[in-house]
């Protein structure tokens, strides 16, 4: 098996053999996407590279601030006008992830896939998969550091900002030892770790409390009390004037329950199809149950598209979870 110090350096040789670059991440970006397209992008810009950032939809209005964070072209907005030969996508757990980006590759198109996902099926030219990483952003500082960049504020900001987000603040499980020990690194270089947890995880916007007021109206639980979820409706999305970047964090109101192991956000996308976010108290792979419905994940945090009606859906779904318990 290819070792992870091998796979950073055929990702460093990737990004130092070839020019003009289309850097994507998985639809709907979370702090970990943003963060990495930025990274990939500030690495770029310091090799004289050429590059283009691209995702299927607006990034978080909170993560604005980022460095260049406006300069990731939304493609609902801004169509491309070409296609590239050599694709960087980070933080795309399998393929279907890129979304609409995809047409924007061509068709001999080479990937370098970076990612932290153990659903990640290898779908790069070059892979750089560290499943027990806790971002993708912990993946890049260990490239940065191949590289020997020269650290300043600006980019471990972006890094840290990946590994704050998708480790809710350093609370979940996935903050493993060597996590503090990068955040102790770029605290040391300028990161305002206060104001970024600020930013990041405590300031809400109206719509966002406004869903979750309306999300919780709508909580359902198993009689055991094991299971429990709430549900998200286009016209609930409307009345709160809220975006889906407004959803984060949603999830984990049922899960927090006590004695709940499977908490569930349902988000009917249309008539056909309903978005399901699943986190896990240890005792269920929500991974492995979001792979079986074509979706994926982490053992504590994962997702998955399904068809079919809202109530349909919510059956399928939380009989599955009761087979896993």
């Not at 809400?204 to 919780?216: D, H, N």
């Not at 009689?223 to 970047?245: C, F, H, L, S, Y």
Request: proline share 2%.
């Amino acid at each position: 098996m290819q070792t992870y110090e091998r796979a950073l350096q055929q990702a460093k040789n990737f990004l130092q053999e070839h020019d003009d670059f289309l850097i994507v991440s998985h639809v709907q970006p979370d702090g970990d996407a943003v963060s990495s397209t930025l990274t990939v992008g500030w690495l770029l810009s310091c090799l004289g590279k050429k590059f283009t950032m691209l995702n299927e939809g607006a990034i978080p209005q909170r993560m604005k601030f980022l460095w260049h964070a406006d300069d990731i072209v939304n493609m609902s907005v801004q169509p491309l006008d070409r296609k590239y030969s050599r694709v960087i996508c980070v933080d795309c757990a399998d393929f279907r992830r890129v979304g609409l980006t995809e047409q924007y590759f061509a068709d001999d198109a080479l990937i370098l896939n970076i990612d932290h996902h153990p659903t990640n099926d290898g779908y790069g030219s070059v892979n750089v998969i560290k499943a027990d990483a806790a971002a993708t952003a912990e993946i890049l500082f260990d490239l940065l550091e191949l590289w020997g960049v020269n650290w300043d504020a600006e980019i471990a900001t972006l890094v840290y900002t990946g590994l704050l987000t998708d480790t809710g603040g350093f609370r979940y499980s996935n903050t493993s030892p060597q996590v503090m020990s990068i955040a102790s690194a770029l605290l040391s270089h300028g990161v305002n770790g206060p104001d970024l947890s600020e930013r990041l995880l405590e300031c809400l916007s109206l719509a966002q409390v406004q869903i979750l007021t309306q999300a919780l109206s709508t909580l359902e639980m198993t009689a055991d009390g094991k299971i429990a979820w709430v549900t998200v409706r286009p016209e609930d999305m409307a009345a709160a004037g809220a975006e889906n970047e407004d959803l984060e964090g949603i999830v984990n109101y049922p899960r927090n329950i006590q004695g709940v192991e499977v908490g569930i956000l349902f988000k009917m996308i249309d008539g056909q199809a309903v978005k399901a976010s699943l986190r896990s108290a240890g005792r269920v792979d929500v991974a492995a149950l979001a792979h079986s419905f074509g979706g994926g994940g982490h053992v504590r945090a994962a997702g998955c598209r399904v068809e079919g009606s809202l109530a349909e859906v919510v059956e399928r779904v939380v009989n599955r979870v009761k087979e896993q318990l």
